[in-house]
């Protein structure tokens, strides 16, 4: 299987309405059929709709691989996340110098992220942990962007509510967020055992 690494560099405003921006035809046109596909961060992670590129990529059934950002050491980070030892995945360091897009002829590090068994691996730990590990080692290039005029901050809207966004910002160790989300996902199954209609 070829392995496609692309720069997504849109934002809002990328062009006038009817404008189609590079990553939805990329998606329309096939052209991550039968590929792997690398995500580089950008300013903003937003197409003109304001859908996220991870959205759009997820959206259309396509696997995000590895993650890239210039201010990334890709060694650094696969090696914070192999020694958590998390279930069903493994990290190898990858660079990308992108072509074109806000970073291009920059070198990106990042991770390459392997599923090696489905049935293990917990996406929303994995997810977790990521960002806790670039906060932790890359302190001065962590930060969310501003909130709107009416207080929200994006991030909080993909969250599902500020508790991670704080959490990190608290400079709280992951388990704690996990803890507590794991606690409210326990004491669901006990609240939805009685409307069970099968066991």
């Known amino acids: 299987m070829a392995n496609t690494l692309v720069n997504f560099a849109c934002s809002p405003g990328d062009g006038p309405v009817g404008v189609t921006v590079g990553l939805e035809v990329m998606l329309r046109e096939g052209l991550f059929k039968d590929r792997s596909v690398g995500l580089l961060t950008n300013h903003t992670g937003l197409n003109r709709d304001l859908v996220s590129n991870v959205d759009l990529m997820l959206n259309a059934g396509y696997r995000i691989k590895a ?3 210039p ?12 020694e958590l030892n998390l279930p069903g995945v493994l990290f190898r360091p990858v660079y990308f110098r992108p072509a074109f897009g806000k970073w291009s002829g920059e070198v990106a590090g990042g991770v390459a992220i392997h599923v090696v068994s489905a049935k293990e691996v917990r996406p929303v730990e994995l997810g977790v942990q990521m960002l806790f590990a670039l906060r932790d080692l890359y302190p001065e290039h962590f930060q969310f962007r501003p909130p709107s005029a009416n207080g929200t901050y994006f991030f909080d809207l993909l969250a599902g509510g500020p508790d991670l966004r704080e959490s990190l910002q608290n400079g709280d160790p992951p ?3 996990l803890g507590e989300w794991d606690g409210h996902a326990r004491a669901f199954v006990e609240r939805r055992r009685r409307y069970l209609i099968y066991d």
């Open 67 to 69: 993650l890239f950002s």
């Open 175 to 177: 388990d704690k967020i």
């Open 71 to 82: 201010w990334v050491d890709g060694y650094a980070l696969a090696s914070r996340l192999k």
